[in-house]
């Protein structure tokens, strides 16, 4: 099973709300990563989580809250967001977290902040 | 900040012919790879070139790499509908983090 599943697929929020993504791999992968992708832009790293310990944290703002529960799980806790945080939330998971690693890309969850 | 710089940023081509993307990157990689982005989806890995190879091939892919340059180069063979995606570069330079170039929309017209 080389699938890395994400939920919600879509998510519309306002600013006040709290919300979490969830992110779940079964491939027995030590790394798992959160990119934040903007329309016609490239990923970008927000955050790694390397053997449960998070080991990036991209400067993301603390709106924007990780969790790595156990070694199949990776959450993304939302609150107080922006407008401008509307964008295509993936996960990724990776066998170490070595630059080498091939990364395993789940669907996304298209984020809309009202 | 972003890593690799993609050109040409669209290519539109029929399908059967060839398409080239280039990737060129500002400092010293440990490797480079290319990964494929269908609309709104998650990206899926292609393959991987290490800083001390110079070309590599899979399937209908093939990968150069000139670290004199820094750049490197994607051709697809071939071409069929279903590339129709973007193409993006990724370096690292170092454990874990790795760095997504601009990326080139592929359509490949049937």
């Known amino acids: 099973d080389t699938e890395v599943t994400q939920t919600p697929k879509h998510l519309v929020m306002g600013m006040t709300n709290k919300k979490s993504l969830k992110c779940e791999q079964h491939m027995g992968h030590r790394a798992m990563y959160w990119y934040k992708q903007k329309a016609k832009k490239p990923p970008e790293l927000m955050f790694v989580?390397?053997?449960?310990?998070?080991?990036i944290n991209e400067s993301v703002p603390s709106r924007f809250s990780p969790e790595c529960p156990n070694s199949s799980l990776l959450n993304l806790h939302l609150h107080a967001l922006q407008p401008e945080d509307s964008a295509l939330y993936l996960c990724?998971?990776?066998?170490?977290?070595?630059?080498?690693?091939?990364?395993?890309f789940g669907p996304g969850t298209r984020l809309t902040v009202l | 900040s972003q890593q690799g710089e993609e050109d040409p940023q669209a290519l539109s081509i029929q399908e059967g012919e060839n398409a080239t993307m280039n990737c060129s990157y500002k400092t010293s990689i440990n490797n480079l790879q290319w990964y494929r982005q269908n609309s709104g989806r998650g990206l899926v890995h292609l393959i991987l070139i290490r800083s001390n190879e110079r070309e590599k091939h899979s399937g209908r892919l093939r990968v150069t790499l000139d670290t004199s340059k820094k750049s490197s180069s994607l051709l697809i063979t071939a071409s069929r509908a279903a590339d129709t995606a973007s193409y993006f570069c990724a370096t690292s330079g170092g454990y874990q983090k790795v760095t997504f170039g601009t990326g080139t929309k592929l359509q490949v017209i049937p």
């Open positions: 990724a998971s990776s066998r170490t977290g070595s630059s080498t690693d091939t990364q395993y």
């Open positions: 989580y390397s053997y449960e310990k998070l080991s």
